[in-house]
């Protein structure tokens, strides 16, 4: 391990490290733009420019191998000249259109402007106009002058997800970030994180774009229930204290974008644009009723008739739900052990054109928790036995009509869907970001979710119905 000095402490570094990341493990911090963790050294920021002793110039740090008894200064009146210097160039032909930007507050060329330059440009020369609002994709525009031409766009279209979608074309000033070919971003399942890793306001999301500013909101922990894998999100909300009254009150119980939270043992700093778009899943129509029949009732005149069926029932089979916490399905097992035959139930499957699996992170298995699920029940059968009586449905996604005949039904879901009027008794059950919880994924790493927004009214948590139907204590 290589002793190097950093501002005169002495640093223990790796093999094979920057002076830049073994600065990052020790606490001492070097700005930069286009290097990042997960991607190769590009070096054409400039900006995490260090001297090293006995030196009259300075070096990138992110590409300057440590070698034992490396002396460098990471803020020398040298290196402070410097850094202004690339701030004055990087912000020549930029906008500084901060006010309407909406990486405002998220944007590393704003606050080293303020940490490193804070003076008006010095330039006389007009700024050159570039390419604004450019379709990079149906999901991404890009704003040219704003632009640093870092490449970690590029860089990530060609070593994360593969898809090349990503150059940069032309020379000097004139040079542009664009698609390699039409729709080649439109093509990647992951295009959204390079959204998430431009350093400044070039890359934006069309879902998101003017939609809010980020200090009104706030990032609760989650787990993306899109596919097996399980990636680790953070859903973003309104702040408390920024709920809105008068304008589009609706926002402060939606979503108002999803980000990677980074999770080494799951998803890395990644996630694919299925996890953006959770809004879709858990904003569809909920809900919010019992029902007997489909005509509306109180919770308790529900609980009562589905005690009476279980009471009744000689053959009863549950199908339990595959987007069930850890939680929840040990509440299940608990309450209805020995008294119903349960399977695993598949809550979704692909939607069409869908991507199936890959290499990096997208599992075929459109459900978080089939693992902890199987854990504890088998599979459900190919056909019902002919004595089933009851069954106990719990979830989406299984056809109504391949449930036995003369079966009676107790339905458990969180959406508002026809079957749900068809079954004898029906609850209205929250979603996960109503909750906290936990998945298991298919690699067997358990994952947390906190909740966001607090349940509709009428609705109510799956597992207490469960201990409200078994006489079982809510744990
Ligand atoms: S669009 Fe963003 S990530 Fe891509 S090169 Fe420009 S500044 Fe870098
Ligand atoms: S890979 Fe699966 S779990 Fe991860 S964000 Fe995509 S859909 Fe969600
Ligand atoms: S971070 Fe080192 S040159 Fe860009």
């Known amino acids: 391990m290589p002793e190097i000095f950093i501002n005169g402490h002495s640093v223990q570094a790796a093999e094979n490290q920057s002076v830049l990341e073994a600065a990052r493990a020790s606490g001492h911090f070097i700005p930069y733009f286009c290097w990042h963790p997960k991607l190769s050294v590009a070096g054409n920021c400039r900006i995490c420019v260090v001297q090293v002793e006995g030196r009259s110039w ?23 000249a410097h850094r202004k210097m690339v701030m004055q160039f990087l912000t020549l032909n930029h906008p500084v259109d901060c006010g309407i930007c909406d990486k405002a507050g998220e944007c590393s060329l704003q606050d080293y402007h303020y940490a490193y330059n804070g003076t008006p440009s010095i330039s006389h020369e007009p700024k050159v106009p570039s390419t604004k609002f450019h379709d990079l994709s149906e999901r991404i525009v890009l704003d040219n002058e704003r632009c640093i031409l870092c490449s970690r766009c590029v860089r990530f279209t060609h070593e994360i997800s593969k898809s090349c979608a990503l150059g940069i074309k032309h020379r000097g000033d004139e040079s542009l970030v664009r698609a390699s070919e039409d729709g080649a971003l439109d093509r990647d399942p992951y295009s959204d994180n390079v959204i998430d890793i431009c350093p400044v ?13 980020v ?13 097996a894998r399980g990636c680790a999100v953070n859903i973003w909300h309104r702040k408390p204290t920024w709920q809105l009254k008068a304008l589009d009150p609706k926002q402060n119980a939606s979503i108002a974008r999803v980000t990677p ?5 799951v998803n890395g700093p990644w996630i694919c644009n299925k996890g953006r778009d959770l809004a879709r899943i858990f904003e569809r ?8 029949k489909g005509k509306p009732v109180e919770l308790d005149a529900a609980l009562d008739a589905a005690r009476r069926l279980i009471a009744a029932a000689r053959h009863p089979v549950a199908l339990v739900s595959s987007w069930g916490s850890n939680e929840e399905l040990a509440a299940f097992a608990k309450a209805f ?13 692909p939607e069409p054109g869908e991507p199936i699996e890959d290499d990096l992170l997208i599992r075929a298995d ?10 504890l029940f088998g599979d459900a059968p190919a056909a019902f036995p002919t004595e089933t009586d009851l069954v106990l449905v719990w979830g989406e996604g299984f056809p109504f009509a391949q449930l036995p005949a003369n079966a009676r039904i107790i339905f458990l879901n969180a959406y508002l869907q026809p079957e749900n ?19 298991t994924n298919f690699e067997g790493v358990v994952s947390g979710f906190e909740p966001c927004f607090a349940r509709k009214p009428g609705v109510v948590d799956a597992e207490a119905v469960f201990a409200a139907l078994t006489g079982t204590p809510k744990s």
């Open 58 to 80: 300075v070096e990138i740090a992110c590409n300057m191998p440590v070698t034992e008894g490396l002396r460098v200064f990471t803020d020398s009146d040298l290196v402070q």
């Open 366 to 375: 459109k459900n978080p928790n089939t693992t902890a699920a199987r854990g």
């Open 285 to 292: 129509p909920r809900a919010e009723e019992p029902m007997l």
């Open 215 to 227: 200090w009104y909101l706030q990032p609760t922990p989650s787990v993306c229930p899109g596919c």
């Open 201 to 213: 306001g070039a890359l934006l999301s069309r879902q998101f774009l003017y939609k809010a500013r």
């Open 337 to 349: 052990s020995g008294r119903l035959a349960a399977f695993v139930k598949s809550d979704c499957s």
């Open 421 to 439: 009027g068809h079954a004898d008794v029906f609850f209205p059950v929250s979603l996960q970001t109503e909750r906290a919880g936990h998945y």
């Open 261 to 265: 939270l980074e999770n080494p043992a």
